[in-house]
């Protein structure tokens, strides 16, 4: 678990360095706000990456980072600072809300880099070690068909959520398994398998674990890798 964890965070290559604050505005396209612009012609990523689509381009990490958590885990972000590991790439800290009289759990930790010809913002995975994907390894080539997905979770009443969703739209689910993890702080080994067979070749899928807190706006814990589609 450790492992996958260390493999996930290399993507990045992040280290800790200087901070930012948070930007409140995170923009989509849709929007046609300052902090994203769409281009007309395919993009090429240097590389997978969970969010947004490669045509669309966040100038601040602040921004990526705000529209997956809402557009993915459909919860208002509450996030940490940006921590720059170099120019190009770094990770911030996505926390549960901000409970009255209480303090804020942190639920996962998003890498994010600078990638495509106009510099935009991604997210390229996300990382909680209570929800750990360890097969398929990150950033790998899987067949459209039958894909099982392994690791360890835990969850509200060991309710733990393993999606597959297209790669900047989560409106485009593939498929959904509902499992079963760890209950208490430990987490516990699931398998299960995911129906990719509807997916284009050469597209990129997230595959998203999530643990179940019981509330409507707690993202709980859960990390997020990106597959690529065999052609």
């Known amino acids: 678990m450790v492992a996958t964890t260390a493999a996930l965070v290399g993507l990045v290559l992040v280290a800790c360095g200087s901070d930012s604050d948070v930007s409140s505005d995170a923009t989509s396209t849709t929007a046609g706000a300052e902090s994203t612009t769409t281009t007309t012609t395919p993009v090429r990523l240097e590389q997978p990456a969970i969010w947004p689509a490669a ?6 990490p602040e921004a990526a980072a705000a529209d997956f958590v809402e557009s993915v885990l459909r919860v208002p972000p509450t996030l940490g600072e940006f921590q720059a590991g170099d120019s190009r790439s770094g990770e911030m800290e996505v926390f549960s809300p901000d409970p009255p009289g209480g303090s804020r759990v942190p639920r996962s930790l998003l890498l994010l880099r600078q990638l495509g010809p106009d510099d935009g913002w991604f997210v390229l995975a996300a990382v909680n070690e209570h929800e750990v994907v360890e097969t398929p390894e990150s950033g790998s080539t899987v067949p459209a068909g039958p894909l099982t997905v392994a690791g360890a979770g835990r969850g509200f009443e060991a309710t733990v959520v393993v999606r597959a969703l297209v790669a900047g739209d989560a409106d485009q689910q593939i498929a959904q398994v509902i499992t079963m993890g760890g209950s208490a702080e430990a987490a516990a080994p699931f398998s ?25 706006d707690d993202p709980g814990d859960f990390s997020a890798i990106p597959v690529v589609i065999s052609g």
């Open 192 to 216: 299960v398998e995911l129906d990719l067979s509807t997916v284009t070749p050469g597209e990129t899928v997230i595959l998203l674990v999530r643990g179940d807190t019981g509330r409507d």
């Open 55 to 60: 045509d669309v381009v966040f100038t601040t």
